[in-house]
């Protein structure tokens, strides 16, 4: 289980890095609703979003996939993983 916990945490922090790559894009490439992106910078955009919407899916799905083998709460092994993610985060409440 140990094994298999620690491939969800991986899959969570991919999707996070994912994730940092859209908002940078974003932030260099400025709001697209006050600059008009090249057609370079939306494709790189979409690209990226699309990675992070792929591998947030897949690690949501294992969380559930996890959850229903261990017989454990769904939102309770999402915790453990972000717990697990951010440990910072978890002992300062």
Known sequence: MAQVFE??????????EAHTVVEQLQDQHGRPTQ?????????????AWRA???????????????AKEQGAAR???????????????VAGG
């Open 7 to 16: 491939e969800l945490v991986q899959m969570q922090r991919a999707a996070d």
């Open 35 to 47: 600059t008009e992106w090249t057609d370079e910078q939306q494709t790189s955009w979409e690209t």
């Open 52 to 66: 992070w919407r792929d591998l947030a899916g897949d690690v949501q799905a294992a969380i559930t996939d996890h």
């Open 75 to 89: 939102h309770q092994v999402e915790a453990e993983v972000k717990a697990a993610r951010h440990p910072d985060l």
